[in-house]
């Protein structure tokens, strides 16, 4: 197919090495149809991007509408479960157009930060007291047109979110986040269609929020439309316990007594595991979603990342309640979270922290072959500059190493996503103030 854009990247990543002078060849519908190197000089008529460009950064963990609690919740002190009472008071707050409007912004400040695509791991379905909305999918389809409007792919991780632990009913709050059973909410989720750009998913909340008896339900749903199954695991101590007392095992043998494990789920977190629980992720393949800043922000524990992937689990990261939202961030954290645990360096290269921020983390959201610069995969990556304080002074062969260890979502200059510009030279080209459209969704949403 003949090219209809050539980028030239002045220095790019083409896994597991940094070229210099890159020209990619993107076709009309958003395709690389060629990767050529060694090209000194920008060839005639082609977008030019200076710095290192990578393939777009994947977001496999997301909580949109926790975006208001930053800073709220940094006051004082606390554990996850009082973090939670204040998440559920701004999730009362929430309509179809209020989420709308504030997923916008929040997905903008995601493509300001090299993200082209996001696995939103989504609960909040009903109207308060858990009303339908007449569609309803509205507060699903909120999110599906806010990600098309600030440019960005979605995996819309549509969650079973049926009880308040183990079978007890839902408290009043989790009214809005309970379709009553799995094959309600099955029903529900099946109307929701998948179109460019968008993926339909599936989400197990935990396994305090869905009984035993329905896992398999949520991960049958899953199975037969060969979509992506995700899961929050083991991010407490308390939920590990509460499982053991009420059916005898860990929440992962649970998991797999059910059938939910497999190479399309994603235990998100996986903090709290014993021997036998990372065994049995790396066994079936078994994906882990890491959320470095938040789970440090809830002071929830540091994850086994390098004994699940050695077990044979790929490892994605997320930004999940958006302490900050910076994919470099969340791979930096991963390495030196587990220096501070074991005190000693090195666990992940520079190129295996990208790998887990681009391609597997693509991977995890139902996107194979995404998240490369090659030929036929879709034409999204990002660029940052290699001039500002944080990344001037390396050579360019290190800058795989720069953007990994010093890098920032602040030195983004360029987000390409289906071979168009979604942020160019810093500035988002459809949501030119995304902090002012952060600013006013969140203080609409204030009690």
Known sequence: MTPHTTYWLEHAWLDPRVESGVALDVTADGRI???RTGVGTPPSGAEVLRGFTVPGLANAHSHAFHRALRGTVQVGSGTFWTWREVMYGVAQRLTPDSYFALARAVYAEMALAGITSVGEFHYLHHAPGGRPYADPNAMG???IAAAGEAGIRITLLDTAYLSSGFGAAPEPHQLRFTDGTADAWAERVSALKEREGVTIGAAIHSVRAVPAEQLSTVARWAEERRAPLHVHLSEQTAENEACLAAHGRTP?????DHGVLGARTTGVHNTHMTDADIALIGST?????MCPTTERDLADGIGPAVALQRAGSPLSLGSDSHAVVDLLEEARAMELNERLRSRTRGHWTAA????AATADGHAALGRPGAGVLEAGAPADFTTLVLDSVRTAGPEPRLAAETAVFAASAADVRHTIVGG????RDGVHRTVPDAARALADSIAALRG
């Not at 393949?285 to 979603?289: D, I, N, P, Q, S």
């Not at 168009?420 to 942020?423: A, D, E, P, Q, Y």
């Open 285 to 289: 393949a078994t994906g882990t979603c």
């Open 141 to 143: 389809e909120a999110l």
């Open 252 to 256: 992962t043998q649970l998991l797999a």
């Open 33 to 35: 149809a060629a990767v």
């Open 352 to 355: 295996a922290l990208l790998r």
């Open 420 to 423: 168009r510009h979604v942020v």
